[in-house]
Protein backbone atom coordinates (compact mmCIF):
# COMPACT_ATOMS: atom_id res chain seq x y z
CA UNK A 1 0.00 0.00 0.00
CA UNK A 2 2.90 2.54 0.94
CA UNK A 3 4.90 1.68 -2.37
CA UNK A 4 1.65 2.12 -4.42
CA UNK A 5 1.30 6.20 -2.09
CA UNK A 6 5.08 6.81 -3.04
CA UNK A 7 4.66 5.65 -6.80
CA UNK A 8 1.72 7.84 -6.79
CA UNK A 9 3.43 10.89 -5.60
CA UNK A 10 6.16 10.94 -8.06
CA UNK A 11 3.81 10.88 -10.30
CA UNK A 12 1.70 13.57 -9.22
CA UNK A 13 4.97 15.53 -8.81
CA UNK A 14 5.82 15.22 -12.67
CA UNK A 15 2.87 15.77 -13.73
CA UNK A 16 3.22 19.00 -12.17
CA UNK A 17 6.48 19.68 -13.22
CA UNK A 18 5.80 18.46 -17.14
CA UNK A 19 2.85 20.83 -17.10
CA UNK A 20 2.84 24.05 -18.94
CA UNK A 21 4.67 27.14 -17.47
CA UNK A 22 2.52 30.13 -17.51
CA UNK A 23 4.65 33.74 -16.72
CA UNK A 24 2.50 36.22 -14.56
CA UNK A 25 3.83 38.63 -17.01
CA UNK A 26 2.06 37.25 -20.13
CA UNK A 27 -1.19 36.26 -18.46
CA UNK A 28 -4.48 37.30 -19.74
CA UNK A 29 -7.81 35.99 -17.71
CA UNK A 30 -8.91 34.63 -20.71
CA UNK A 31 -5.79 32.19 -20.92
CA UNK A 32 -7.63 30.42 -18.38
CA UNK A 33 -10.62 29.18 -18.38
CA UNK A 34 -13.66 29.79 -15.22
CA UNK A 35 -14.32 27.73 -12.61
CA UNK A 36 -10.85 25.12 -12.89
CA UNK A 37 -9.89 23.38 -9.64
CA UNK A 38 -6.36 22.78 -9.42
CA UNK A 39 -3.33 22.03 -7.40
CA UNK A 40 -0.95 25.27 -8.38
CA UNK A 41 3.13 26.79 -7.66
CA UNK A 42 4.52 29.43 -7.97
CA UNK A 43 8.02 29.51 -9.09
CA UNK A 44 10.92 32.34 -9.11
CA UNK A 45 11.98 32.30 -12.58
CA UNK A 46 15.72 32.92 -12.14
CA UNK A 47 16.09 30.15 -9.17
CA UNK A 48 13.54 27.88 -10.05
CA UNK A 49 12.74 27.39 -6.25
CA UNK A 50 8.87 27.13 -5.54
CA UNK A 51 7.54 29.92 -3.40
CA UNK A 52 4.47 28.61 -2.93
CA UNK A 53 1.75 25.62 -3.52
CA UNK A 54 -1.58 26.20 -3.13
CA UNK A 55 -5.14 24.70 -4.13
CA UNK A 56 -8.75 26.27 -5.50
CA UNK A 57 -11.64 25.73 -6.93
CA UNK A 58 -11.36 28.62 -9.37
CA UNK A 59 -7.57 29.20 -10.62
CA UNK A 60 -8.41 32.25 -12.76
CA UNK A 61 -10.17 34.50 -9.49
CA UNK A 62 -7.56 32.67 -7.28
CA UNK A 63 -4.40 34.34 -8.90
CA UNK A 64 -5.69 37.63 -9.67
CA UNK A 65 -8.40 38.59 -7.54
CA UNK A 66 -6.02 36.88 -4.64
CA UNK A 67 -2.26 36.77 -5.45
CA UNK A 68 -2.01 39.55 -8.29
CA UNK A 69 -4.53 42.34 -7.27
CA UNK A 70 -5.43 41.02 -3.45
CA UNK A 71 -4.68 43.00 -0.17
CA UNK A 72 -1.82 41.66 2.14
CA UNK A 73 -5.22 39.66 4.17
CA UNK A 74 -5.76 37.29 1.32
CA UNK A 75 -2.52 37.41 -0.90
CA UNK A 76 -0.24 35.65 1.40
CA UNK A 77 2.12 35.85 -1.01
CA UNK A 78 2.52 39.17 -1.63
CA UNK A 79 2.66 39.25 2.36
CA UNK A 80 5.19 36.87 2.89
CA UNK A 81 7.77 38.44 -0.09
CA UNK A 82 6.77 42.15 1.81
CA UNK A 83 7.57 40.29 5.29
CA UNK A 84 10.57 37.96 3.98
CA UNK A 85 14.01 39.61 5.68
CA UNK A 86 16.02 37.72 2.60
CA UNK A 87 14.42 39.47 0.36
CA UNK A 88 15.09 43.25 1.67
CA UNK A 89 14.47 45.03 -1.91
CA UNK A 90 10.66 43.96 -1.35
CA UNK A 91 9.05 46.12 1.29
CA UNK A 92 5.51 47.11 -0.48
CA UNK A 93 2.54 45.11 -1.75
CA UNK A 94 3.03 46.80 -5.12
CA UNK A 95 6.63 45.35 -4.87
CA UNK A 96 5.30 42.20 -4.25
CA UNK A 97 2.84 41.83 -6.95
CA UNK A 98 6.06 43.55 -9.74
CA UNK A 99 8.31 40.74 -8.23
CA UNK A 100 5.27 38.24 -9.15
CA UNK A 101 4.53 39.81 -12.55
CA UNK A 102 8.38 39.35 -13.91
CA UNK A 103 10.09 36.92 -11.88
CA UNK A 104 7.41 34.14 -11.56
CA UNK A 105 5.09 31.72 -13.53
CA UNK A 106 3.21 28.84 -12.15
CA UNK A 107 2.10 25.43 -13.36
CA UNK A 108 -0.94 23.76 -12.53
CA UNK A 109 -2.71 20.12 -12.71
CA UNK A 110 -6.79 20.06 -12.33
CA UNK A 111 -8.28 17.48 -10.05
CA UNK A 112 -11.78 18.28 -9.14
CA UNK A 113 -12.15 16.30 -6.11
CA UNK A 114 -11.45 19.01 -2.89
CA UNK A 115 -10.58 15.77 -0.73
CA UNK A 116 -7.39 15.10 -3.21
CA UNK A 117 -7.10 18.63 -4.07
CA UNK A 118 -5.82 18.93 -0.35
CA UNK A 119 -3.81 15.83 0.07
CA UNK A 120 -1.82 16.72 -2.94
CA UNK A 121 -1.05 20.74 -2.03
CA UNK A 122 0.67 19.23 1.39
CA UNK A 123 2.35 16.61 -0.67
CA UNK A 124 3.37 18.80 -3.17
CA UNK A 125 4.73 21.29 -0.47
CA UNK A 126 6.87 19.11 0.83
CA UNK A 127 8.11 17.32 -2.29
CA UNK A 128 8.75 20.71 -3.71
CA UNK A 129 10.09 22.41 -0.99
CA UNK A 130 8.41 25.14 -0.36
CA UNK A 131 9.72 28.36 0.69
CA UNK A 132 6.48 29.97 1.69
CA UNK A 133 4.03 27.78 3.81
CA UNK A 134 0.83 29.76 5.77
CA UNK A 135 0.82 28.85 9.53
CA UNK A 136 -1.15 26.35 10.99
CA UNK A 137 -4.52 27.44 12.86
Do not use: W
Amino acid sequence: MIEARIAAAKIIAERLLNSKKYSFCDLKPSDLQVGLAVIYAIFDKDSGETLYVGRTKNLRQRLYTNHLMGPKSNARLKKYLTEDLNVPEIQTMEQAKSFLREQCYFQYIPEPDMRSRGQIEGLLGYLLDVRYIHEEH
